[in-house]
């Protein structure tokens, strides 16, 4: 958090000159003025003393630029961050446990190969292009789908999921190679653990030791990394949520880095990174749940 | 026996494919002046948003450039961010993760949580905020790069140093009087050079990714000069006039990635085969 405040600061590049002054009758006094009024010229200890401080009571401190609180953008914009994550990390699952499925019934063969390829490939494209791809495809030249702009879910549920599915798609092409690479590798090794060879003994199916021996096994490995995906989909949902036109917090992030808006920025980041960092605590917990093992072990 | 010699040489075939391949696109980008068949500041050298043809490979773009040209000069721009970012990574990360490896101790502790921290954060979060706060630049773009990419070279240098350090040699040479600097440099450093050449060519395929997507958001090289991520930029913005302008330099940024993996990739997989075969 410090770190932030002080890579903001410290750096040279002043929001009030940036601010004005490419306008007409900005004299350097006037321009003092400004920062005095923004505590943008007290020592550097005071101002980060007082950030401090605010953001334990819940205030961000206000903009530079609109003086709304920062607070307050943010809460405007986070709901469209939290939707598209949502859904992001649900549409990957869901493709990564259907394509593991897939290549670990058959290791090794023609599905499993092509799969494996697909997943490299996956994890060498950034997903801005991956989003370029879809728009050229979906919107220019079948031109079924919409590229840009937002509806909330109060107004119109059905219009608001038709611009969802483009920013979804380009966040979970680039999140499910991740899984389903960590995925395939821990199923396949379980399949050489011994109590796999015991089920077989037993005479149990393919199939079945499949699903209900390997699957339970292969998960909380996989939620740990799962926990990392939703962190990293948050840092990727800024690019996402800028080309499609999309007002969540990482598009306002964007913004108030061009204008250097830094309350702003510094806002957006310290939300994203506790995000992060409640996430994987919260995956890290729910391992627990799964696998008493873990639990057990403290 | 014969299906490892198989695997490994084509291993070796992939390497020298990729390597080639990425020499030439390389050769391209250095030599633009002579391969690009048109200046790329030239206006209207053909109309305004021409598909390819074979007078312009990649079209032309909203100003009748010559996109292919353009391209040819962009990609010379990301790819000399990316290899410095990635010089810079190996540098510092280097130094990094050998500090820890050999002070040991409460040293070690504090870099490896710093490393821990750094790539806890996400990336390009990470570059918003040092960029915005530094101003965007080539020089700013290739350190931020650099320096995030340096934690994850600093882990690998460790574990590898840490490796070479517990052998019976190094043992051998301290036992035998030699200093510990002295063995580090002479000995332990060509051992992992190989290693730290692969974790080279990974950091140089993400700093590729994250000049674009830096450029793409607007915080990367300022114009006149643009990287292949300005240009996608300025591409995206004008996609409902002609895609080709957005998807060609897209297709290069991608194809440049797939490379360099590829070549850490190889490299790692024969490093692997040279190791379990002696």
Same mark, same amino acid.
């Given at each position: $958090?410090?770190?932030?405040?002080?890579?903001?600061?410290?750096?040279?590049?002043?929001?009030?000159?940036?601010?004005?002054?490419?306008?007409?009758?900005?004299?350097?006094?006037?321009?003092?003025?400004?920062?005095?009024?923004?505590?943008?010229?007290?020592?550097? &200890?005071?101002?980060?003393?007082?950030?401090?401080?605010?953001?334990?009571?819940?205030?961000?401190?206000?903009?530079?630029?609109? /003086?709304?609180?920062?607070? /307050?953008?943010?809460?405007?914009?986070?709901?469209?961050?939290?939707?598209?994550?949502?859904?992001?990390?649900?549409?990957?699952?869901?493709?990564?446990?259907?394509?593991?499925?897939?290549?670990?019934?058959?290791?090794?063969?023609?599905?499993?190969?092509? +799969?494996? %390829?697909?997943?490299?490939?996956?994890?060498?494209?950034?997903?801005?292009?991956?989003?370029?791809?879809?728009?050229?495809?979906?919107?220019? &030249?079948?031109?079924?789908?919409?590229?840009?702009?937002?509806?909330?879910?109060?107004?119109?549920?059905?219009?608001?999921?038709?611009?969802?599915?483009?920013?979804?798609?380009?966040?979970?092409?680039?999140?499910?190679?991740?899984?389903?690479?960590?995925?395939?590798?821990? $199923?396949?090794?379980? /399949?050489?653990?011994?109590?796999?060879?015991?089920?077989?003994?037993?005479?149990?199916?393919?199939?079945?030791?499949?699903?209900?021996?390997?699957?339970?096994?292969?998960?909380?490995?996989?939620?740990? *990394?799962?926990?990392?995906?939703?962190?990293?989909?948050?840092?990727?949902?800024?690019?996402?949520?800028?080309?499609?036109?999309?007002?969540?917090?990482?598009?306002?992030?964007?913004?108030?880095?061009?204008?250097?808006?830094?309350?702003?920025?510094?806002?957006?980041?310290?939300?994203?990174?506790?995000?992060?960092?409640?996430?994987?605590?919260?995956?890290?917990?729910?391992?627990?749940?799964?696998?008493?093992?873990?639990? !057990? %072990?403290? | 026996?014969?299906?490892?010699?198989?695997?490994?040489? %084509?291993?070796?075939?992939?390497?020298?494919?990729?390597?080639?391949?990425?020499?030439?696109?390389?050769?391209?980008?250095?030599?633009?002046?002579?391969?690009?068949?048109?200046?790329?500041?030239?206006?209207?050298?053909?109309?305004?948003?021409?598909?390819?043809?074979?007078?312009?490979? =990649?079209?032309?773009?909203?100003?009748?450039?010559?996109?292919?040209?353009?391209? +040819?000069?962009?990609?010379?721009?990301?790819?000399?961010?990316?290899?410095?970012?990635?010089?810079?990574?190996?540098?510092?990360?280097?130094?990094?993760?050998?500090?820890?490896?050999?002070?040991?101790?409460?040293?070690?502790?504090?870099?490896?949580?710093?490393?821990?921290?750094?790539?806890?954060?996400?990336?390009?979060? =990470?570059?918003?905020?040092?960029?915005?706060?530094?101003?965007?630049?080539?020089?700013?773009?290739?350190?931020?790069?650099?320096?995030?990419?340096?934690?994850?070279?600093?882990? $690998?240098?460790?574990?590898?140093?840490?490796?070479? &350090?517990?052998?019976?040699?190094?043992?051998?040479?301290?036992?035998?009087?030699?200093?510990?600097?002295?063995?580090?440099?002479?000995?332990? *450093?060509?051992?992992?050079?190989?290693?730290?050449?692969?974790?080279?060519?990974? %950091?140089?395929?993400?700093?590729?990714?994250?000049?674009?997507?830096?450029?793409?958001?607007?915080?990367?090289? /300022?114009?006149?000069?643009?990287?292949?991520?300005?240009?996608?930029?300025?591409?995206?913005?004008?996609?409902?006039? !002609?895609?080709?302008?957005?998807?060609?330099?897209?297709?290069?940024?991608?194809?440049?990635?797939?490379?360099?993996?590829?070549?850490?990739?190889?490299?790692?997989?024969? $490093?692997?085969?040279?190791?379990?075969?002696?």
């Amino acid at each position: $958090m410090i770190l932030v405040f002080l890579a903001l600061r410290v750096l040279p590049g002043d929001p009030v000159l940036a601010k004005y002054g490419a306008s007409a009758g900005a004299t350097p006094e006037n321009l003092d003025a400004l920062r005095e009024e923004a505590g943008l010229n007290r020592p550097l &200890i005071v101002q980060l003393f007082s950030w401090l401080g605010g953001i334990a009571v819940g205030n961000f401190g206000n903009s530079y630029f609109s /003086q709304l609180p920062v607070s /307050q953008l943010i809460w405007e914009r986070l709901p469209v961050t939290i939707e598209l994550t949502f859904l992001i990390v649900l549409l990957s699952c869901f493709i990564a446990l259907f394509s593991t499925f897939l290549s670990v019934r058959k290791p090794g063969k023609k599905i499993d190969r092509f +799969l494996e %390829n697909l997943t490299s490939l996956g994890l060498a494209i950034p997903n801005f292009i991956v989003g370029i791809i879809l728009v050229i495809t979906f919107s220019l &030249i079948w031109g079924i789908l919409p590229s840009r702009g937002y509806v909330p879910i109060s107004e119109n549920l059905f219009e608001n999921l038709k611009l969802m599915i483009l920013p979804t798609f380009t966040g979970a092409i680039v999140a499910t190679p991740y899984l389903n690479k960590y995925l395939r590798t821990s $199923m396949l090794e379980l /399949q050489a653990a011994p109590f796999v060879r015991t089920a077989e003994g037993k005479g149990l199916s393919h199939s079945n030791i499949l699903y209900r021996h390997i699957f339970p096994n292969a998960l909380v490995p996989t939620l740990t *990394m799962l926990g990392l995906i939703v962190g990293y989909t948050l840092g990727g949902v800024l690019v996402i949520e800028y080309m499609f036109g999309l007002p969540g917090i990482g598009s306002l992030a964007i913004e108030s880095a061009a204008t250097r808006d830094y309350a702003i920025l510094q806002g957006v980041s310290i939300l994203i990174m506790t995000l992060f960092l409640l996430t994987t605590l919260l995956f890290d917990l729910a391992c627990g749940l799964v696998d008493p093992r873990i639990k !057990s %072990n403290k | 026996m014969t299906t490892s010699t198989k695997k490994k040489g %084509n291993v070796r075939v992939l390497t020298r494919i990729s390597s080639i391949a990425l020499f030439f696109i390389l050769f391209a980008f250095i030599f633009a002046k002579f391969v690009s068949p048109y200046d790329p500041t030239e206006l209207a050298v053909a109309p305004p948003f021409s598909s390819p043809s074979w007078a312009h490979f =990649f079209g032309t773009d909203e100003l009748g450039r010559d996109s292919f040209s353009r391209s +040819l000069y962009g990609g010379r721009i990301t790819v000399l961010i990316s290899i410095l970012a990635a010089t810079v990574a190996l540098f510092l990360g280097t130094i990094w993760g050998f500090a820890a490896g050999i002070f040991k101790g409460w040293l070690d502790e504090v870099l490896m949580r710093t490393a821990d921290a750094m790539m806890a954060i996400p990336a390009l979060l =990470f570059a918003l905020v040092c960029i915005s706060g530094l101003g965007a630049s080539f020089v700013s773009l290739t350190l931020v790069a650099g320096i995030l990419l340096s934690p994850s070279t600093a882990r $690998m240098a460790r574990s590898a140093l840490l490796v070479e &350090i517990s052998t019976d040699y190094f043992t051998a040479g301290i036992a035998s009087g030699l200093s510990r600097w002295k063995l580090i440099w002479n000995e332990v *450093m060509p051992n992992v050079a190989s290693q730290l050449l692969v974790q080279f060519s990974i %950091n140089a395929a993400s700093a590729v990714m994250l000049e674009a997507a830096l450029s793409f958001i607007g915080l990367g090289v /300022q114009p006149p000069s643009a990287s292949l991520g300005t240009l996608i930029l300025q591409g995206y913005a004008k996609i409902y006039n !002609s895609y080709w302008y957005v998807l060609f330099p897209s297709l290069l940024v991608v194809l440049i990635i797939l490379l360099f993996n590829a070549i850490a990739e190889n490299m790692r997989i024969s $490093m692997e085969s040279d190791k379990s075969s002696s």
